[in-house]
């Protein structure tokens, strides 16, 4: 049972956070909404962790360490991808793995020269496509057959953007920004040690040096590459 659960733990946490995604976001969409309930404000943020969590899953299939079996992996992966306002895994997969071969370079889809705002952008341009639109705009009208507007906003639409942002500046901005002394190679910083923030900011990806150095741990292991490395200044 122990050589089980230490092959297939990647993939059974990818598979819990896709379900935990979906029996969250079933239960907040039926609740009634009231401004003045702070438990709507706890649901935005544990929507958004939720959506991060699609996301850092499917990463972590596009570097093959969800499951050692490459068909499940990929499943895994493609179903959070889609299932984060329908990204489309082969294309993220390709991007990906073209921002860690040209790191901070012209030719890093991740990279901008730039400010916070001009880089989202940048960034957002990147990965966001006409059809992912379309898609979630005939998924919000269908949806508004069951759920109230209200709902739909609060715990589908504005967690899936905030998680955008989330990911953008824990996982993109903060660790690629300015300048890089020579020797560090993966033009990459860290945040401090501190394995509580480091899950709740990005899922420990804000050890953002770490992840580069050691691309093939999963997200829940990357915290022991931390305390293996230290803090890296740049």
């Known amino acids: ?11 059974w946490i990818g598979l819990a956070i896709i379900a935990l995604w979906v029996l969250s976001l079933s239960v907040w969409l039926t609740i009634p909404v009231s401004f003045s309930s702070p438990w709507i404000y706890i649901g935005i943020l544990v929507q958004t962790h939720l959506y991060t969590g699609l996301f850092i899953t499917a990463h972590d299939a596009m570097h093959g360490v969800v499951s ?11 179903t959070a991808a889609l299932l984060f306002a329908y990204n489309w895994y082969p294309r993220l997969h390709r991007k990906h793995h073209q921002h860690h071969r040209f790191v901070a370079t012209e030719e890093d889809p991740d990279y901008h ?9 940048s960034f957002a341009r990147q990965y966001v496509v006409i059809w992912q639109i379309v898609a979630m705009a005939a998924t919000y009208h269908t ?19 905030l998680s955008t942002l989330q990911l953008f500046y824990f996982g993109t901005y903060l660790p690629h920004k300015g300048e890089h002394s020579e020797n560090n ?26 992840h580069h150095a050691s691309p093939a741990t999963p997200w829940w292991k990357l915290w022991k590459v931390k305390e293996k490395f230290h803090t890296h200044k740049s």
């Not at 050692?68 to 493609?78: D, E, H």
């Not at 020269?113 to 880089?119: A, E, H, M, T, V």
């Not at 508004?144 to 715990?155: A, E, K, W």
Request: net charge positive.
């Open 1 to 11: 049972m122990k050589a089980y659960w230490k092959r297939h733990t990647g993939a």
């Open 68 to 78: 050692a079996n490459r068909r499940v992996n990929k499943i895994i992966g493609f």
């Open 113 to 121: 020269k730039g400010g916070f705002l001009p880089w989202y952008i």
């Open 143 to 161: 949806l508004l057959l069951f759920f109230d507007r209200p709902n739909l906003i609060l715990f589908w639409i504005i967690p899936s953007v």
């Open 185 to 210: 190679k993966y033009k990459s910083r860290s945040q401090s040690k501190n394995h509580v923030i480091a899950f709740f900011t990005c899922y420990f990806f804000g050890y953002h040096y770490e």
